[in-house]
């Protein structure tokens, strides 16, 4: 099997895994409140990825360490955004909203670094807008709090991405995603001691540690790993395609274990978003390709 084969099905690991995180975290926040829930599932990432890489993360100096706990405090944001909207909406809305980050991206690269998205980007955020209103506007053409606070989790994802372009220049991946654990952990602490009741996790049932354990080791570390090292061997636009999968693999769980039942209006959503997504990360380079042979 060629590398390039083991990267993309790496990759596709990553992205199932994701896909299937979502009926996961569902099944939590029934039970765990969003940041206690992200406390957990931060502060265990953040101790197992920190004893993976404590070299690393012992030659940063204090501007690498305070980028990556600022850039890690953002993710957290993003995450609880997307939690606390799954409280209102099904896994797999959940799941396509979030994703509108990759064609928000470019917009925000204007916006901060004065550069112009090309006309791929342009088309992406018309479609994705169209997807978005199929997705999440009712009859009276208004949106439930769920779908919009998923929205503005993608919104917040998006910055993210913008942060480790700004801080992570230099630093060992490892090290630098120890990082955004550990500052996530320490604001996601702050909030669940000043806004909600931390001392919950004293009742946690067993069937719950095992969600935190899923999401802790499989949807976090081990995708870190297919991701990293997936990439090595694939090209951008390829691992940028798979990857996307995630939002797909994240309906067909809903529909499998959740019981979701998709509209057909909701369907075209997905699809349109998807397409959207397609065209921002791959300019269609593959079909470029296909006509030049």
């Not at 917009?107 to 807008?129: E, G, M, S």
């Not at 870190?224 to 090209?235: A, H, L, P, R």
């Not at 996307?244 to 067909?252: D, I, Q, T």
């Given at each position: 099997m060629g590398k390039n084969i083991q990267g993309s099905l790496l990759l596709l690991l990553a992205a199932l895994i994701w896909g299937s995180s979502f009926i996961v975290m569902k099944s939590a926040v029934d039970f765990l409140t969003p940041a206690v829930l992200l406390f957990l599932r931060f502060s265990l990432a953040a101790i197992l990825l920190s004893l993976l890489f404590i070299k690393k993360i012992k030659t940063l100096n204090f501007q690498q360490i305070k980028g990556g706990l600022i850039t890690g405090s953002c993710l957290f944001g993003a995450y609880y955004v997307q939690t606390w909207g799954l409280n209102y909406t099904t896994p797999g809305k959940n799941a396509f909203l979030t994703a509108v980050y990759c064609a928000i991206v470019p917009?925000?690269?204007?916006?901060?670094?004065?550069?112009?998205?090309?006309?791929?980007?342009?088309?992406?955020?018309?479609?994705?807008?169209l997807g978005i209103g199929c997705v999440s506007l009712d009859g009276n053409l208004t949106m439930n709090i769920g779908d919009f606070l998923t929205l503005c989790g993608g919104l917040l994802y998006a910055g993210h991405i913008l942060l480790i372009k700004k801080f992570s220049e230099g630093i060992d991946g490892g090290a630098f995603t120890s990082l955004q654990f550990i500052g996530g952990a320490i604001v996601a602490l702050i909030l669940a001691l000043t806004t909600e009741n931390i001392?919950?996790?004293?009742?946690?049932?067993?069937?719950?540690?095992?969600?935190i354990l899923y999401l802790v080791v499989f949807a976090t570390a081990l995708t870190?790993?297919?991701?990293?090292?997936?990439?090595?061997?694939?090209?951008e636009c390829n691992a940028s395609l798979i990857l996307?999968?995630?939002?797909?693999?994240?309906?067909?769980f809903s529909i499998?274990?959740?019981?979701?039942?998709?509209?057909?209006?909701?369907?075209?959503?997905?699809?349109?978003?998807?397409v959207a997504i397609i065209i921002s990360e791959t300019k269609l380079s593959f079909l470029k390709k296909g006509i030049v042979k």
């Open positions: 917009f925000l690269v204007w916006l901060f670094y004065h550069k112009r998205p090309d006309i791929y980007n342009f088309i992406a955020a018309f479609i994705c807008i001392g919950i996790i004293s009742n946690i049932q067993p069937s719950i540690y095992l969600q870190m790993f297919c991701q990293t090292t997936g990439q090595k061997y694939t090209s996307s999968l995630e939002s797909v693999f994240g309906v067909a499998a274990f959740y019981g979701e039942v998709l509209t057909f209006k909701i369907l075209l959503g997905f699809i349109l978003i998807f």
